[in-house]
Nanobody, 125 residues
Framework: EVQLVESGGGLVQAGESLRLSCAAS????????IGWFRQAPGKEREGVLC????????YYTDSVRGRFTISTDNAKKTVYLQMNSLRPEDTAVYYC??????????????????WGKGTLVTVSS
């Protein structure tokens, strides 16, 4: 059974940091790219970063570049999202998702194969 399980969400103040984890199982991890998406209240789900497990290539959207970092531990089949300098507008449910892709990943909402259930991040001002 394929599973993606997010953890690490919570309530923080603006300027603080959080690290999210996405633990994968049930598929060949190194053949997939893992993306992080977020959905704020009343807004559409947006892709913010992804990483290709095979070669470590990454993609960042402008809104998080320089503040968020994505990394992967292939031995643990886990992808991490380090979020620094958090802002109230980062408040959202964060989802990880997987797509069969070796390189040049892009967090395409319609193109992902598997999804986690999400973890809530709330940033207070």
């Amino acid at each position: 059974e394929v599973q993606l399980v997010e953890s690490g969400g919570g309530l923080v103040q603006a300027g603080e940091s959080l690290r999210l984890s996405c633990a994968a199982s049930g598929f060949t991890f190194r053949d997939y790219a893992i993306g992080w998406f977020r959905q704020a209240p009343g807004k559409e789900r947006e892709g913010v970063l992804c990483i290709s497990s095979r070669d470590g290539s990454t993609y960042y959207t402008d809104s998080v570049r320089g503040r968020f970092t994505i990394s992967t531990d292939n031995a643990k089949k886990t992808v991490y999202l380090q979020m620094n300098s958090l802002r109230p507008e980062d408040t959202a449910v964060y989802y990880c998702a997987a797509v069969l892709r070796h390189t040049n990943c892009y967090p395409d909402y319609y193109g992902m194969d598997y999804w986690g259930k999400g973890t809530l991040v709330t940033v207070s001002s």
